[in-house]
């Protein structure tokens, strides 16, 4: 495997006001309790440590609650746009649950599924173990690395 095919890729995810209230809310308190993480860091390692079977029974109960509701499934605009760089493996992750919930008869997209995740994550204190170990397993890479320019 070349570093090219390894590299990881940019991937936006379309989240709504209470997407991003969940997302900072995350982020600030799993700062306080010691994680030291951004918002991309909490993305990555909500798609990593959530299972298929999780994402996809969290994707199932996000569209119950928009199918009960009456009119569109969000009455507020677009708040923010994350853009995170995930490894192939876990595009393929997502893209496998957008497909099996395909399979129900339920449109959805990745950033469908992101949502659904973010929205049913535990609490901060319930999961900042396993992300201090994503943090250990999966360091940050600096924002610089995979930005300079290729020598030969």
Do not use: C
């Not at 700062?31 to 990555?44: I, K, N």
């Not at 440590?49 to 029974?57: D, I, P, R």
């Not at 569209?63 to 995930?86: F, M, Q, W």
């Not at 319930?126 to 610089?144: G, Y």
């Amino acid at each position: 495997m070349t570093s090219e095919a390894s590299a990881p890729i940019k991937v936006s995810f379309s989240f709504y006001p209470a997407d991003m209230t969940a997302l900072n809310h995350q982020t600030v308190e799993l700062r306080r309790l010691g994680a030291a993480v951004r918002r991309g860091t909490v993305l990555r390692a909500l798609i990593e440590l959530t299972s298929e079977t999780e994402m996809f029974a969290a994707a199932v109960l996000l569209h119950r609650d928009y199918s009960a509701k009456g009119g569109p499934r969000e009455t507020d605009n677009v708040a923010g746009i994350p853009t995170v760089d995930l490894p192939s493996r876990l595009i393929a992750k997502l893209d496998q649950v957008v497909t099996d919930l395909a399979a129900k008869d339920i449109s959805a997209n990745r950033a469908y599924v992101v949502r659904a995740v973010l929205r049913a994550a535990p609490k901060p204190e319930a999961w900042v173990a396993a992300v201090k170990k994503f943090l250990a397993d999966f360091p940050r890479r600096p924002r610089t690395v995979g930005n300079r320019p290729k020598t030969k």
